[in-house]
């Protein structure tokens, strides 16, 4: 169940890539932060605590905040460098 919507996300996975260059990074951190983005997700998803879904649909609104957020945490990581 859990590999089957990991699967339904990552048919998206250009998508994803091209909405986090939009946050204003390379194309190469964008697909880092995608796969961060998976596995944070599919974590969430093992232990129970996120549904995925909304209304038989991918839940399109919580990829993006997460990938939203992952590339916040990026920025402010590197500005403590």
């Known amino acids: ?7 339904l996300i990552a048919k998206k996975h ?3 890539i ?12 964008a697909e880092d932060i995608t796969q961060e983005m998976y ?5 969430q998803l093992e232990k ?9 649909e991918i839940n399109y609104y919580y990829i993006f905040k997460t990938l939203k957020t992952l590339f916040i945490d990026l920025k402010r990581k590197s500005k403590n460098i």
């Open 18 to 29: 091209d909405i986090v260059c939009t946050f204003g990074c390379t194309r190469r951190i």
């Open 48 to 56: 129970g605590t996120l549904d995925i879904m909304y209304n038989d």
């Open 14 to 16: 250009k998508t994803w």
């Open 1 to 7: 169940m859990v590999h089957d919507k990991i699967i």
């Open 39 to 43: 596995i944070k997700i599919q974590l």
